[in-house]
C-alpha cells in the first residue's frame, strides 16, 4: 500500500512519510521529548465497549506537543474465519450443505465435507487441487464465494461430475468434479489498527475505478494508524514488534496540540470491526515525540535618545563622596585628672581648723567678720 509509512527495519531507519525525510535521519530526540504511551484493552469500560475491537481509554495526564509517534509493539489475537457464512456453502444434487463457520485448512475442510455423507471431498496436496468424487453421476453448484475460494471453484456456476481419467488412476470407475484453480484459504493478510486521534493524511490505500465516475472502491484503510500483517495461525496471537516485523511511524505536518483519549477501532481490510469471537483482550505501546516548547524571544530594547545617553554618560563621571570621618573617641581620663587636680589644689591650700591659709600678700583669711587687708610692716 502506498504511502503507509512503513519500511523493514535497518541502519536507514523507518520511512516517516514526509518528503523532506533524509535517509539514515533516525530523528533521536532528547529523553524529555519522548513518552511511551500504554493501552490495553483490559482497562476500558466494558459496559460502554463490551467487545475488543472497538473502545475509548483516556491518558492518565495529556501529552500535548506531538510531532511523531510510533507503533512500538502490539499484541492481538486472530480470530478470523476464513468461512464466516456456512450455511448453504454448496448444492449436491440440488440438496443444500452448510457447514460450520470456522478457519479451515485443506484438510480440515476435506474431512467436514465428507462427513456429510452425501460426496467425498480429497485434497491433492501435490497439485494443490480438491476432487469431489461419488459413484454415480452428480451436480455440484457452488454458493459461497468463501467457498468457492477455498475449493477453487467457480462461485454461482454448477459443475456435472464426469469419469475420471487416466490422470486420476486413484478414482478410476468413480465420477468427479476437479478444482480448476489453486486452492486458497488464506483470509486477510493484513488488519488495521484505527486510532481516530492519530489518523494521518500519509497512509494512502488503493482500489479499482468504479466507471466513469473516479470513485475509487475498497480504499477502506485509508488514513488509518497502521497495518499489522497476520502471519499466526487461528486462534493464536500476533505479537508485533519494529524490530521484528516492519517500522510504522506517522509524522503530523501540525504538530497534536494535546492528546487526552484514544478512541481505538480494529478493522479488516474493508473498514468492518473484526470481530474477537470473545478474545477481546489486545495491547499495544506506542512512543510519541514531542516538540520541546519554544524559547520566549524578548522584544528588542527601544533606541536611546541623545539626552539619554548624555545623562548617562555625565552620571558615570560623577565622584562618589568621600568616606565618613571616623568618629572621636571621648577620653574620660583627662577629666578624672582634672578632678584629681583639683581635689589635690584644694587639700594644699586649706589651712588649719578648715580655713584656707594666706592666699597673698596683705590678704588674710577671712575671719568672723569677712576678708580684711592686714598693713604691711615699713
Known amino acids: 500500500m502506498k504511502g503507509l509509512g512503513t519500511s523493514p527495519p535497518g541502519p536507514g531507519g523507518p520511512y516517516t512519510g514526509r518528503a523532506n525525510t533524509r535517509p539514515g535521519d533516525?530523528?533521536?530526540?532528547?529523553?524529555?521529548?519522548?513518552?511511551?504511551?500504554?493501552?490495553?484493552?483490559?482497562?476500558?469500560?466494558?459496559?460502554?465497549?463490551?467487545?475488543?475491537?472497538?473502545?475509548?481509554?483516556?491518558?492518565?495526564?495529556?501529552?500535548r506537543n506531538i510531532?511523531?509517534?510510533?507503533?512500538?509493539?502490539?499484541?492481538?489475537?486472530?480470530?478470523?474465519?476464513?468461512?464466516?457464512?456456512?450455511?448453504?456453502?454448496?448444492?449436491?444434487?440440488?440438496?443444500?450443505?452448510s457447514?460450520?463457520?470456522?478457519?479451515?485448512?485443506?484438510?480440515t475442510l476435506a474431512q467436514a465435507v465428507t462427513s456429510n455423507a452425501l460426496i467425498t471431498l480429497d485434497y491433492l496436496q501435490q497439485e494443490g487441487h480438491f476432487i469431489f468424487s461419488s459413484s454415480g453421476v452428480f451436480t455440484l453448484k457452488i454458493q459461497s464465494s468463501e467457498f468457492a475460494t477455498m475449493v477453487g471453484l467457480t462461485n454461482g456456476?454448477?459443475?456435472?461430475?464426469?469419469?475420471?481419467?487416466?490422470?486420476?488412476?486413484?478414482?478410476?470407475?468413480?465420477?468427479?468434479?476437479?478444482?480448476?484453480?489453486?486452492?486458497?484459504?488464506?483470509?486477510?493478510e493484513y488488519i488495521y489498527l484505527d486510532i481516530d486521534e492519530l489518523r494521518t493524511p500519509?497512509?494512502?490505500?488503493?482500489?479499482?475505478l468504479q466507471g466513469t465516475t473516479g470513485?475509487?472502491?475498497?480504499?477502506?484503510?485509508?488514513?488509518?494508524?497502521?497495518?499489522?500483517?497476520?502471519?499466526?495461525?487461528?486462534?493464536?496471537?500476533?505479537?508485533?514488534?519494529?524490530?521484528?516485523?516492519?517500522?510504522?511511524?506517522?509524522?503530523?505536518?501540525?504538530?497534536?496540540?494535546?492528546?487526552?483519549?484514544?478512541?481505538?477501532?480494529?478493522?479488516?481490510?474493508?473498514?468492518?470491526?473484526?470481530?474477537?469471537?470473545?478474545?477481546?483482550?489486545n495491547a499495544f505501546i506506542l512512543r510519541l515525540h514531542l516538540t520541546p516548547d519554544p524559547e520566549p524571544i524578548l522584544p528588542p530594547p527601544q533606541p536611546l535618545e541623545e539626552i539619554q545617553i548624555k545623562r548617562i554618560v555625565e552620571a558615570m563621571k560623577v565622584?562618589?563622596?568621600?568616606?565618613?570621618?571616623?568618629?572621636?573617641?571621648?577620653?574620660?581620663?583627662?577629666i578624672i585628672l582634672v578632678i584629681l587636680g583639683a581635689f589635690v589644689a584644694f587639700k594644699t591650700f586649706k589651712g588649719p581648723g578648715g580655713q584656707l591659709g594666706q592666699v597673698g600678700p596683705g590678704l588674710q583669711a577671712p575671719g568672723p567678720g569677712g576678708l580684711r587687708v592686714v598693713p604691711r610692716a615699713s
Open 67 to 97: 510531532e511523531r509517534v510510533d507503533l512500538v509493539s502490539a499484541r492481538v489475537p486472530n480470530t478470523m474465519y476464513n468461512l464466516t457464512t456456512g450455511s448453504n456453502v454448496f448444492a449436491f444434487n440440488a440438496s443444500n450443505v
Open 157 to 188: 456456476k454448477t459443475y456435472t461430475a464426469g469419469l475420471a481419467t487416466p490422470l486420476d488412476p486413484a478414482y478410476s470407475g468413480k465420477y468427479i468434479v476437479k478444482s480448476t484453480t489453486l486452492v486458497d484459504f488464506s483470509l486477510n
Open 215 to 281: 470513485t475509487i472502491s475498497g480504499s477502506n484503510a485509508n488514513r488509518s494508524f497502521a497495518p499489522i500483517i497476520m502471519d499466526v495461525g487461528s486462534a493464536c496471537i500476533k505479537n508485533f514488534h519494529e524490530n521484528k516485523d516492519y517500522r510504522v511511524s506517522v509524522d503530523y505536518p501540525e504538530p497534536i496540540n494535546s492528546l487526552q483519549r484514544l478512541t481505538v477501532r480494529w478493522v479488516d481490510k474493508n473498514g468492518d470491526l473484526l470481530d474477537f469471537r470473545g478474545w477481546n483482550t
Open 26 to 63: 533516525l530523528r533521536s530526540p532528547s529523553a524529555n521529548s519522548v513518552r511511551l504511551l500504554f493501552v490495553d484493552s483490559v482497562n476500558r469500560d466494558t459496559t460502554l465497549y463490551p467487545t475488543g475491537s472497538s473502545y475509548v481509554l483516556y491518558l492518565t495526564r495529556p501529552i
Open 319 to 334: 565622584q562618589p563622596p568621600p568616606p565618613p570621618e571616623p568618629k572621636r573617641r571621648f577620653h574620660w581620663w583627662i
Open 99 to 107: 457447514l460450520n463457520q470456522g478457519f479451515y485448512s485443506a484438510y
Open 202 to 208: 500519509f497512509n494512502v490505500d488503493t482500489g479499482a
